[in-house]
């Protein structure tokens, strides 16, 4: 039954890394994102933006059901930052999905109604809740991933590698939104480097 479970979540692993690549530049290439400036609105009024962020959504949601995959392929070896890495990744890639359902679904929403809703001065990106909720939701997701992939570095079942790309990847492309006009450049990194090392966990899981 466990072979059956960890194949699922090596094409789930292999699903997450290939559409997180294809979200991520698809989003670089369609959205106006050079002409950002003082408002978000600019790129959700782009007729692209709700098929690039549902394609984000699937993805970060397959690589959240694929890390149970990777966790049960270590089981019989699992230790402590393993366990701890598992459910830290799983918070965290929850709260990201959150976030990202948020501005898919409702940004648009939010357009319609009072455009000044979305600017960086606005009351949504000036709240006490929703600017620390979004940086919350990167850190945790960031260090979730590098516990996993020193769990993976540690246990040796799964390949070492593909855990460094893991655990180096996910925090540049989690906390990209820090480097303010630099983050599509260096969250394009990130998510590279994060999606090769879940594309080849995938593959492993398979075999």
Sequence with gaps: MSDGFVSIGGYLNLIAGITLIVYWYAF????????????????????????????GVMGALTGLLGQAAIYVAQLNVANLISSI??????????????????????WPILLKQDETLLSFSGPIYQSKVVLPFFIAAGLIYSLGYVLVGIGIVQSGV???????LMAVGAPIFGLGPMFGKLQAYIRSVGVTVMSIGLIWLGFKLLA
Excluded at 158 to 164: F, H, N, Q, V, Y
């Design 85 to 106: 890495g598992f459910y830290v990744a799983v918070a965290g890639t929850t709260l990201l999905i959150g976030t990202m359902l948020w501005e898919t679904v409702l």
């Design 28 to 55: 670089a290439i369609f959205m106006p994102y050079g002409q950002l400036s003082t408002t978000i609105a600019i790129l959700v009024k782009n007729r692209n933006w709700s098929w690039i962020n549902a394609l």
């Design 158 to 164: 799964l390949p070492r590698m593909a855990g460094i």
